[in-house]
């Protein structure tokens, strides 16, 4: 018992019966990693590299300075993940340099991804930037594209990091239905997916992230979201590539459990949410999981999913 309580205080990730479920941070810069660190993270799940960019939002910063940065990060966890995501710049992150002033609808416009491909020199600097700062650094790099919307995008981005010789796995999020939808076609091109279930929420429901009296929109127990998760991780199944979750469901430990059961393969969160997490996961089994996804949606509404998961859960 008392071990038990133990190694579910720290350690990997894991239901009560071994089934492993890598415990990731979400991070901004260096200055996160320590909290990181502390909480047992077992790697960086998603690294929002733009706060590096907003520093001074008229330019790119140096290649030098970017190198510096990401190694700082890499360093962290010599024998871990670090999946670092490229700049997401545009809507709710706007930099001027990049940015357009005039679009009617942000969100929908050029941002993310579509962004980086319409100055593909700064994300030729960012990929050379993060090769340099892996260079002879044992760590397990992973590079991923925000706002992927289908097969298209994730080649495009994964010739950018072919083309300046990066060693490391290419990645794309799913934060747009389509590319939940087509998960399959997206992999082609990829070899994992991460869920940023933020912005997925807000496309999925044509709700804005940033109004909250849309609030009852972007919970992401929304049984639509669950269904868009379960297409992305049957895919993933399917391709024989990995499927987490990076957005702010997965720092809800009940929430973790259904994704869990959904069939993510790893959970990326605030530093802070992590021991939560670990501890909740580590109270039931696989089975359990997959029950409480199951019952979550069969739901009618985001209250009733998370009441169905939370009865499968405390009843056994
Ligand atoms: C998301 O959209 O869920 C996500 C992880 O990215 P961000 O919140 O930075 O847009
Ligand atoms: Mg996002």
């Given at each position: ?25 979400n ?19 998603l ?41 997401d710049?545009?809507a709710d ?14 969100a929908l416009?050029?941002r993310g ?33 925000p706002m992927v919307a ?23 999020m799913v934060e747009i239905p389509s590319a939940a939808l ?11 997916l991460s869920l940023g279930t933020n912005d997925l929420a807000q496309y999925t429901f044509a709700a804005d992230r940033q109004v909250g009296a849309l609030a009852r929109l972007q919970d992401p127990w929304q049984p639509a979201l669950l269904d868009l998760v379960a297409l992305s ?11 987490g979750v990076c957005g702010e469901a997965a720092a809800d430990?009940?929430l973790a459990?259904v994704l869990?059961?959904l069939?993510v393969?790893?959970l990326s969160m ?26 979550a949606r069969?739901a009618?509404s985001a209250s009733?999913a998370r ?10």
């Open positions: 018992e008392r071990r038990a309580s133990l190694a579910a205080a720290s350690g990997p990730g894991a239901t009560s019966d071994g089934h492993k479920v890598p415990l990731l941070a991070i901004g810069g260096p200055d996160d990693v320590g909290a990181a660190v502390e909480a047992g993270a077992e790697g960086v799940g690294f929002r590299t733009e706060f590096l960019f907003l520093d001074d939002s008229s330019r790119a910063p140096s290649a030098e300075r970017q190198t510096e940065v990401y190694r700082k990060v890499l360093e962290a966890f010599p024998h871990g993940r670090v999946v670092v995501r490229v700049l710049a545009g992150k706007p930099l001027d340099f990049l940015t357009p002033a005039d679009e009617p609808n942000p416009g050029v991804l579509r962004t980086l491909l319409d100055h593909p020199e700064v994300l030729r600097t960012q990929l050379s930037a993060l090769a340099e700062a892996a260079e002879g650094l044992p760590v397990y790099l992973e590079v991923m594209a289908d097969r298209a995008d994730a080649r495009a981005f994964a010739d950018a990091c072919r083309e300046v010789g990066l060693r490391a796995k290419f990645g794309a087509r998960a399959r076609s997206v992999l082609q091109e990829v070899e994992f991780t049957e895919a993933a199944v399917a391709e024989g590539k990995s499927c430990p009940l459990c869990t059961g069939g393969t790893s605030g530093a802070a949410a992590i021991p939560y997490v670990r501890a909740t996961l580590a109270k039931h089994t696989l089975a359990q999981c997959e029950r409480a996804a199951a019952a069969a009618e009733e009441a169905a998961a939370q009865a499968v859960l405390s009843g056994e």
